[in-house]
């Protein structure tokens, strides 16, 4: 069963684009909202909304974010709604939530399948993983632009490479099946490096490209997107990736590292890319 949260629309809402028709999307994983210090939730939660509310993205594909914490988000950011199921299904364990700014973007459609031999069957695992994996994706109309696209959000597994490899075909089968001409984007922490094979298995033959090569402007390349909360790690170890398929320019993409007096709101550095569809 999906979930989705909409709360009172804020009016007027101008988005931080380099022009009208751009869109920024973000890939951003929470962290799952511990609430024993350090780190905690309650500490980080004042942050993660000050920094999203200063970047403004239209999109955000979330990964670890459990219900409660989701809920807060959107009671801290009213002009967004987010669509998402738990892992564990309906509402248990951790979601791959989209928010979306309801002033820009309306769904149309959306899905979701587990990262399994049977996907169609919720908390399912299969190829070595015990943690459930998932994909979140939803169909959107751009308000702006009258324009459609899809938006994938994923988080694959952190310990087994097989379960890796066997969920980047999957979503590479899923997207070639909806036999589409519309943009496809899609966010995830895939917990591998850019020159990792499952990422060699999405970007093959170019049937995704990976926007961070795309894009004419890169911010903040030095730094790992994942640094556990400690000081930014200058080692260029991106493992959270945003992805395209199909007519997407790409004007800018950044590592964004914000944090308040030595907290980040999370132990991954949002990444967020700037595109324009065709």
Not at 75 to 97: H, N, Q
Not at 162 to 170: D, G, I, P, Y
Not at 191 to 200: C, D, G, I, V, W
Request: charged letters at 20%; a positive charge.
């Amino acid at each position: 069963m999906a979930v989705c949260l909409t709360l009172a629309s804020t009016q007027g809402q101008t988005t931080k684009t380099q022009n009208p028709d751009t869109l920024m999307v973000m890939s951003y994983n929470l962290r799952y909202a511990s609430q024993t210090p350090p780190n905690s939730w309650p500490e980080r939660r004042p942050i993660m909304a000050r920094m999203l509310k200063a970047q403004a993205p239209d999109l955000i594909g979330t990964q670890e974010g459990v219900a409660l914490q989701l809920r807060d988000l959107a009671s801290d950011l009213p002009e967004y709604a987010w669509i998402g199921v738990g892992r564990d299904g309906d509402t248990k364990g951790e979601f791959m939530a989209i928010f979306y700014r309801k002033a820009r973007l309306q769904p149309l459609s959306t899905n979701h399948f587990w990262l399994s031999d049977t996907p169609e069957v919720p908390a399912s695992t299969s190829w070595g993983n015990t943690i459930r994996r998932m994909v979140t994706y939803v169909k959107f109309k751009d308000l702006r632009t009258q324009k459609e696209f899809f938006h994938w959000n994923t988080h694959f597994d952190h310990q087994v490479q097989v379960a890796r490899e066997k969920s980047a075909e999957l979503l590479k089968q899923r997207v070639s099946a909806l036999k589409t001409d519309l943009p496809v984007i899609v966010t995830g922490d895939f917990n591998a490096l850019a020159a990792n094979k499952a990422y060699n298995i999405l970007t093959g033959d170019g049937f995704f490209a990976d926007t961070w090569t795309l894009a004419r402007q890169r911010v903040g390349e030095e730094y790992a997107t994942f640094n556990n909360f400690k000081e930014l790690q200058k080692n260029q170890k991106r493992i959270d990736w945003i992805l395209s398929r199909g007519a997407v320019e790409v004007s800018k993409t950044e590592i964004i590292t914000y944090s308040d007096n030595g907290q980040f709101p999370s132990d991954h550095l949002p990444l967020a890319v700037w595109i324009t569809f065709k």
